[in-house]
């Protein structure tokens, strides 16, 4: 089921998009091809890892990391 694809226009950054084993699709843009081609290794290397987490809970645990930075540095925090 693994598949990639990476493309670009022409003066644009590379779209990458992959498929792993479990059919997730993942995207991504860089600037050079060699970052481009790393990636789909790395999305395939950890595809395991990314595919026995809870995202919901890592999405959380983010947003509430920007707001302590926000609250650090002085800005607003989010709602």
Known sequence: MR?????RE????YDVRVIDSY???????FEKSD???DWVYFIWEKEDWFNSVNNEELL???IH???QM???AGRRAIL
């Open 3 to 7: 598949d990639y694809s990476i493309t």
């Open 10 to 13: 022409k003066g644009g950054w």
């Open 23 to 29: 059919g997730k699709v993942y995207q991504n843009y």
């Open 35 to 37: 970052e481009a081609h």
């Open 60 to 62: 959380a645990d983010a």
């Open 65 to 67: 990391d920007c707001k």
């Open 70 to 72: 926000d609250t650090q």
